[in-house]
């Protein structure tokens, strides 16, 4: 495989929206192929990314599953200043046009969820809405569900929720629904388990990545000569004196990560098993996978999201992870969080594609740089790294709060 661009449009998703989810009372943002979102410890930079995850494992698990998983409603709803009773995340999306002719439509999807009217207990769906089309032109499909009454443009067969829904995974084999649900349930949440990264497990011809890191031995197999030497390449620019990142023999009945590195005293080449590397090492490896997996580069996977990248690793390495986050993003939407002022502490940097999240009273605030912030960086009177370990980075504050009846037009 080569480096030609996926058949997808990039980035998948172009607006989020979430209200009193967790710590975050409001935010509207504008995303695009890259992504970070900067802040300190507990700023909400997680919830964040979990909003989009609960959206996707909703769909894809069911509302009560998604929602117990994350310790039950109360645990999502926002409780300070005062206690919430809803939760709103709203997505804008770019998919390709289901007729196949090259074309992209735009899908705006909302999923509000809270207490029954009725009872409060349990979660259910307050609102949910899906409209899909061609840009500037009529909807193709629409849904509107509603305390449980489903009106549907395409599909006439459900009309009532008989349990909590969301009703977009019940029409997810119905086009043009199933090419946004697709879509939305192959979003990648990459979550390392270092033992996890370590382990032989048995091989597979699959080439996907497990969320946890699962595979990566057999992923490493499947991949082409590019991806393994773009791999290879970043590895060496961490880890002095790497030669290739690979796999161990995949025609065994197990197989995990390997590191071959020149140490010898002639330059003799050594190999390292996964269970033999430093945990900023297996935790590169296993990043690089992520991004240079086959169903990431070949579409399949449009968004990756991952959590502190630069986790475990040297400080001088963090330029190198954003360069391969740069790099994926020309294929794979890539959204990830830091707090690691050293990431986006080049001068070079895409002030575009950094959002703030900072936490007021409990209450996480997430937007653009704020003008003065933007004016310091830019004027090279600071970097946003130097901002960061001051304190001194915000974002823009978002002060139009719809309430739980507005939804997208």
């Not at 390449?233 to 880890?239: D, G, L, Q, T």
């Not at 003799?268 to 490896?285: D, H």
Request: net charge negative.
């Amino acid at each position: 495989m080569t480096s030609s661009a996926p058949d997808h449009p990039v980035p998948f998703i172009r607006r989020l929206r979430i209200e009193n989810y967790k710590s975050i009372g409001y935010c509207d943002v504008t995303l695009g192929p890259f992504a970070v979102l900067l802040g300190l410890n507990a700023a909400g930079k997680s919830n964040f990314l979990d909003a989009l995850r609960y959206v996707r494992d909703a769909a894809t698990h069911g509302l009560s599953r998604s929602t117990e998983a994350r310790g039950g409603l109360n645990e999502l709803l926002r409780r300070t200043p005062e206690p919430t009773d809803h939760a709103t995340i709203a997505l804008e999306c770019h998919i390709p046009s289901p007729q196949s002719d090259g074309a992209l439509w735009e899908v705006r999807y909302e999923l509000t969820v809270g207490h029954s009217h009725a009872r409060e207990t349990g979660v259910h769906v307050r609102r949910e809405e899906c409209i899909i089309g061609p840009p500037g032109g009529p909807p193709q499909a629409r849904f509107l569900v509603r305390d449980m009454e489903v009106e549907d443009s395409v599909n006439t067969r459900h009309r009532r929720l008989t349990r909590g829904g969301p009703y977009l995974g019940l029409v997810r084999l119905t086009e043009p629904y199933a090419q946004f649900y697709d879509a939305l349930s192959s979003m990648f949440f990459y979550e390392p388990d270092l033992t996890v990264l370590r382990d032989a497990r048995p091989a597979t011809q699959v080439g996907v990545l497990g969320e946890n890191g699962s595979d990566v031995g057999s992923v490493l197999a499947q991949l082409g000569d590019w991806e393994r030497e773009r791999i290879s390449a970043y590895a060496a620019a961490i880890v002095p004196h790497l030669t290739a990142i690979g796999p161990t023999a995949p025609d065994q009945n197990y197989v995990a990560a390997q590191m071959t590195t020149a140490t010898g005293p002639n330059g003799t080449e050594q190999s390292f098993r996964a269970e033999s590397l430093s945990e900023g090492t297996i935790r590169a490896v296993g990043l690089l996978t992520a991004l240079f997996q086959p169903p990431a580069r070949d579409g399949r996977i449009p968004l990756v999201a991952l959590e502190e990248p630069e986790l475990a690793l040297h400080p001088m390495a963090a330029g190198v992870v954003f360069d391969a986050l740069t790099e994926a993003s020309t294929w794979t939407q890539v959204i990830a969080t830091s707090q690691s002022a050293e990431l986006f502490d080049r001068k070079e940097a895409d002030l575009s594609a950094v959002l703030v999240a900072a936490a007021d009273n409990g209450v996480t605030t997430i937007g653009p740089i704020d003008p003065v912030s933007r004016s310091i960086v830019s004027d090279g009177l600071a970097t946003m790294g130097e901002l960061l370990r001051s304190d001194q980075l915000r974002p823009v504050s978002t002060t139009d709060e719809p309430g739980e009846e507005s939804h997208q037009r």
